[in-house]
Structure formats: structure tokens, C-alpha cells
């Protein structure tokens, strides 16, 4: 049922009141020097100690050029401190110093006290009412208000944390999908380590799939391992909660590329059966499983597939 006109106009003007009493109309907030988004900025960076600046972005709903300004800035006052991301060393993680923890605790005290002088003016029940109001308007704007994904573009190349980050979403993705553990992490690692010190064959390759700086998939084509006219598809990996936007069928474009311009008459990859959206997507590609056999190579038995493109 579509709400009055008159209890939109309603909800309207209570908001605006909450706006100006809580004091957003003000050039600062919670009795500090900084604006209300460097506060709100504190009180997120307090709360998920280590978050990035692109997710920081997302929470704030705020173009990521105005949040590195502003972080610049708190930076500047000593308020936040940056620090190398866990997967990738490129990517900032983001923390409150001493005196940052010390401004979140003065925020969070300020805040506290106008919501307590505000529900003493009303009865306990009336304070249920309040929070369950306040609890789904506010839920209700944010499914009004999703966030867009960011652009995502395919780079080739080496970069800093690559191996750890393309190792770990491949052990994450297939101890769910074919309970792999230890055993396949550890040959992932090292195969991928060993494929890198090859790269300036030229006959050898990586892509990464990137949003901002975070690596969301990753593909190789290796030159050597399987001879000199066969291309090896290798370590294709989208991560997972990020299929759907066609990141693994780019990727794999950009691999299939690389091998014709190469002059690579075939392409080969290994895979296993009950990948069904994996095998879709490489017989859109042009694959053909020409050899199935039982496998343990990777710490648990599988049915082996071998898929090959050719380029001629």
C-alpha cells in the first residue's frame, strides 16, 4: 500500500528537525573542530579498525576523491594513520592513533549524552518506539540506496601481494567447492611462485583483475610448462561474491588474446568435473573437453578434465 501524501511530508519535516538539532546544520559536530564527515569518518574507522578508504567510501556514501581529501587531512592532524593493507602492501589500511581513540571516545560521549537528555523527556515505552522507528526508516533507506559496484579493469603483470592473494583465493574457493585444504593451498603457492620467476619469458603471462586496488580474479597463460605450441591456461580464479559482473569471461578473453597474438596454436587447461559455471564459461569460449580421468593430485579425488581451444 503507497504511504499518505501527508505522512511523507510528515516524515520529511521530522527528519529536517533531527538534522538541525542534532546540530548537521553546523560547520562542526559532536563539540569538535571537524565537519560532519571527518566525524562520522572517525567513528567508522574506530569501529572496523583496518578498513580501506574505498570501503570507507562505500559506507559513507561519499565520492572516494572527497574521502581521501578528508583523510589527508585527519592524517595531517594526527587523528588517523595509515599502514600497509594485509593482501596487497599497495592498499592503505586505515587506524585511529591515541589521540584518534581519544577524539572517537569524546564523539561517542557527546552523542551519548543528547540521546540520554533527549529520551528523559520521554517514558520508557516511548523509548522502544523510538528505536524500533528509528531502526526501520533507516534500514528502509539503505535497500533505497544500494551501492553501485565500482569500475573493474584487467591489468597485466607482477604486483606486490599477488601470489598471496590469488593463493588465497583459491583455497578459500575450493575448500568450499571440493573440500580441498592444506596440501592444495601449499602447491598453489609454490606453483604460482615458481610460474612468476618465469615471467620474462614471453611466452608467459598474468592478468589480475583489479576494483581500485583490491585483486578480485586473476588468470596466467603459461608458454613453457606443456611445450612450445601449447598454451597452458593456468590459476583462473574469480573471487567469490564477485561472479555475475563478468570479470572471469574478460579475463579469460585476455588470456585467449594473448595466446593467438603469441601464434600458440592450441590452449589448453586442467579442471575438474562438477565446476558447471567454469565449464560453461570455457565452452562459451570455444573449449571442448577432450579427456577425463581420476585424479588426487590435489588432496582429494576428483574427476581430472582437460579442455582444449584451438587458435588456428
Not at 575450493?174 to 580441498?180: K, N, Q, S, V, W
Amino acid at each position: 500500500m503507497a504511504p499518505r501524501p501527508r505522512t511523507i511530508e510528515d516524515i520529511r519535516d521530522a527528519s529536517r528537525r533531527l538534522v538541525r538539532e542534532l546540530g548537521f546544520m553546523q560547520a562542526t559536530l559532536a563539540g569538535t573542530d571537524l565537519p560532519a564527515s571527518s566525524v562520522h569518518a572517525v567513528i567508522e574507522i574506530a569501529a572496523r579498525d583496518g578498513i580501506t578508504a574505498t570501503d570507507l567510501a562505500d559506507r559513507l556514501r561519499l565520492e572516494k576523491s572527497s574521502v581521501s581529501r578528508m583523510l589527508r587531512k585527519l592524517i595531517v592532524a594526527g587523528v588517523v594513520a595509515e599502514r600497509p593493507g594485509t593482501h596487497d602492501a599497495r592498499t592503505k589500511a586505515l587506524g585511529l592513533t591515541p589521540a584518534g581513540h581519544q577524539l572517537a571516545a569524546d564523539i561517542h560521549a557527546f552523542a551519548r549524552k543528547q540521546v540520554q537528555a533527549a529520551l528523559a523527556r520521554l517514558s520508557p515505552a516511548q523509548h522502544d518506539t523510538v528505536l524500533d522507528g528509528l531502526r526501520l526508516y533507516a534500514d528502509a533507506l539503505v535497500r533505497e540506496a544500494p551501492v553501485a559496484p565500482r569500475p573493474v579493469r584487467i591489468e597485466r603483470g607482477y604486483r606486490t601481494g599477488l601470489i598471496a592473494r590469488v593463493t588465497e583465493l583459491h583455497a578459500h574457493h575450493y575448500a568450499a567447492a571440493a573440500g580441498f585444504g592444506q596440501e592444495f593451498e601449499s602447491i598453489v603457492a609454490s606453483g604460482l611462485a615458481a610460474f612468476c620467476e618465469r615471467l620474462d619469458n614471453p611466452a608467459n603471462a598474468i592478468w589480475a583483475a583489479l576494483e581500485d586496488d583490491t585483486v578480485l580474479g586473476s588468470i596466467t597463460i603459461d608458454g613453457e610448462d606443456l611445450g612450445p605450441d601449447i598454451a597452458h591456461l593456468r590459476w583462473f580464479i574469480v573471487a567469490d561474491g564477485q561472479r555475475g559482473r563478468g570479470i572471469g569471461r574478460r579475463l579469460l578473453s585476455a588470456a585467449i588474446g594473448f595466446g593467438a597474438a603469441r601464434g600458440f596454436p592450441e590452449i589448453h587447461l586442467w579442471t575438474f568435473a562438477g565446476l558447471d559455471a567454469a565449464r560453461h564459461l570455457y565452452e562459451a569460449a570455444g573449449f571442448a573437453c577432450v579427456e577425463e580421468r581420476p585424479g588426487a593430485q590435489w588432496g582429494a579425488t576428483v574427476t581430472e578434465q582437460r579442455f582444449v581451444k584451438s587458435l588456428r
